[in-house]
């Protein structure tokens, strides 16, 4: 081996892909620390507002016949409790999102969804009052592709903390539940530790590829150059 070779290519090659190393060990640490400084996610459990069961008048099939659709093929029904109240959430092929129909008096509502998702964000932030601020269809920088449900509303608090929760009327939960500390935290280490700020998912992950195989190809010549340079029995 050319260990003249090897150590000048371990050099040159460990000092422009050492920027990585104190990146990944810099992400380690944050996680570290936000796994003491951040509350677990929330659980994914319906938090409604409860409803009186013997108000029910309706049964599945007369709500689904209250539907605006001729013949809807349903695929899905759930019992919601909305404002005290029980609603039939309905889901139908052909619709985009879930249908509401009283189970009191067959009354469907479309805006009850959102006034669903009002409910559920309020009651996870003990009675606070909320605003809706989006309805996302697709990840964003902040709620990126690890909390996997979609579509869901954001509810900003408006308080000191910048506090906002992002609801899921399909599972009936938050989602996510963040705020400015939160989310300063959340966004340095998708930067540094997933190279977040590069918005093209192709080059960030070809980038990634590059780096870790720069690292690898690093810490082989160091091995290469331990056994070329070891010393020499007489």
């Given at each position: 081996m050319n260990s003249r070779l090897i150590r000048k290519l371990h050099r040159w090659l460990g000092l422009a892909f050492s920027i990585s190393v104190f990146m990944a060990a810099g992400s380690?640490?944050?996680?570290?620390?936000?796994?003491?400084t951040q509350a677990p996610p929330p659980q994914a459990k319906p938090s409604g507002g409860g409803m009186d069961v013997n108000a029910i008048k309706l049964t599945v099939a007369e709500a689904v016949a209250k539907l605006p659709e001729e013949k809807p093929e349903v695929q899905a029904v759930n019992l919601r409790g909305i404002g005290g109240q029980p609603w039939y959430q309905i889901y139908t092929k052909t619709s985009r999102a879930p249908q509401y129909?009283?189970?009191v008096d067959g009354r469907a509502d479309p805006a009850m969804d959102q006034a669903y998702a009002a409910e559920i964000a309020t009651n996870f932030l003990g009675g606070a009052a909320v605003k809706k601020t989006d309805f996302l269809t697709a990840f964003n920088s902040e709620y990126i592709n690890i909390f996997r449900i979609l579509p869901v509303y954001r509810f900003d608090a408006g308080d000191a903390l910048d506090t906002r929760v992002y609801v899921s009327t399909t599972t009936g939960s938050v989602t996510r539940h963040t705020d400015r500390q939160?989310?300063?935290?959340?966004?340095?280490?998708?930067?540094?530790?997933?190279?977040?700020?590069?918005?093209?998912?192709?080059?960030?992950?070809?980038v990634l590829t590059v780096v870790n195989i720069g690292v690898f190809l690093v810490a082989c010549l160091g091995i290469a150059l331990f056994v070329a340079t070891r010393p020499r029995k007489k």
């Open positions: 380690g640490i944050l996680h570290n620390v936000m796994t003491r129909v009283s189970a939160r989310q300063f935290e959340a966004t340095i280490f998708t930067n540094v530790h997933k190279l977040g700020f590069i918005p093209n998912k192709d080059t960030r992950d070809l």
